[in-house]
């Protein structure tokens, strides 16, 4: 699979390869812009390597590009890990804009890990 999308002013691509070899498996994961000021941008960017980094994944980040791959998951594992970045892309569009602190970006690491995706602040 190779999905790239622009959602907003975000730009992200998925590349992957999900098999019963678990030796053939990989995903990668590719995030970058938006039109925040910088520190919302860095602060949607330690979210992003946050979760998943979380997930298993090995984050890399320069500015405000995340990249991040994943190698030989079982092919269930990479179905549910390719699940988990569509949900991820969408609802990381606009959270710079509730990510008011370097404190909360924590706060929506751990919600969205616990598949609390709406980020209801209460």
């Given at each position: 699979?190779?999905?790239?999308?622009?959602?907003?002013?975000?730009?992200?691509?998925?590349?992957?390869?999900?098999?019963?070899?678990?030796?053939?498996?990989?995903?990668?994961?590719?995030?970058?812009?938006?039109?925040?000021?910088?520190?919302?941008?860095?602060?949607?960017?330690?979210?992003?390597?946050?979760?998943?980094?979380?997930?298993?994944?090995?984050?890399?980040?320069?500015?405000?590009?995340?990249?991040?791959?994943?190698r030989?998951?079982?092919?269930?594992?990479?179905?549910?890990?390719?699940?988990m970045?569509?949900?991820?892309?969408?609802?990381?569009?606009?959270?710079?804009?509730?990510?008011?602190?370097?404190?909360?970006?924590?706060?929506?690491?751990?919600?969205?890990?616990?598949?609390?995706?709406?980020?209801?602040?209460?």
């Amino acid at each position: 699979m190779n999905f790239n999308a622009r959602v907003g002013y975000h730009f992200s691509t998925i590349d992957a390869y999900c098999d019963a070899v678990k030796d053939n498996n990989y995903i990668t994961f590719f995030f970058q812009g938006g039109a925040s000021e910088d520190s919302r941008r860095l602060r949607r960017v330690k979210f992003l390597s946050g979760v998943l980094g979380a997930l298993g994944f090995v984050p890399e980040t320069r500015g405000d590009r995340v990249m991040a791959y994943l190698r030989k998951d079982d092919k269930a594992e990479t179905e549910q890990k390719l699940d988990m970045l569509g949900r991820l892309t969408l609802c990381s569009l606009h959270l710079d804009m509730l990510m008011t602190s370097d404190a909360s970006v924590d706060w929506f690491v751990r919600a969205f890990l616990e598949g609390n995706y709406n980020f209801e602040l209460h």
